[in-house]
């Protein structure tokens, strides 16, 4: 095979990789699975900026906030990641950025939100495998809503 077909078929293989990493980490967040998670992202020190949820320095503090907030039967999460676009940088660095669109049902506060914005990820891949070494997520627009009376009320509606 010439060397620019193999260049040009890793790409595609390694951008699969990357959108199936970013799949599996937000079937995760749905399933409150934390340790498939976590494994997502790189063992050693990386960045996450979830902006109002926090900022993180590894996957470790991650998981503690996600478990605490997150991790309740009354919590039905449903996060949507779409239009990627994965740039290959060399054999082992990535970036990405993703749209949201996420779901969120509290049944014990009766509230309802959707959210927008985006991911801007930095990916590396180690013993053969994509991980997320840096994200950071922007929200663009939310709409929060309260079930009061068999009647749904705005709380919030706009930029987060």
């Given amino acids: 095979m010439n060397k620019d077909l193999e260049k040009r078929v890793q790409a595609l293989e390694d951008t699969l990789a990357i959108q199936n990493l970013k799949h599996t980490y937000l079937n995760a967040c749905d399933t409150k699975d934390v340790d498939a998670m976590i494994e997502t992202f790189v063992a050693s020190e990386c960045m996450i900026d979830y902006g109002p949820v926090g900022s993180f320095s590894n996957r470790d503090e991650l998981a503690a906030v996600f478990q605490e907030a997150a991790c309740h039967d009354y919590m039905l999460e449903s996060h949507h990641a779409h239009n990627p676009l994965i740039n290959i940088i060399d054999a082992e660095n990535a970036t990405g950025k993703w749209a949201l669109t996420y779901n969120l049902i509290n049944t014990n506060d009766k509230t309802i939100t959707t959210l927008q914005g985006e991911y801007h990820d930095v990916y ?10 840096e994200t950071t997520f922007v929200g663009c627009s939310s709409i929060n809503l309260e079930l009061e009376e068999d009647l749904l009320k705005v709380i919030f509606a706009g930029r987060p």
């Fill in 124 to 133: 590396q891949k180690i013993d053969n495998k994509w991980l997320i070494k």
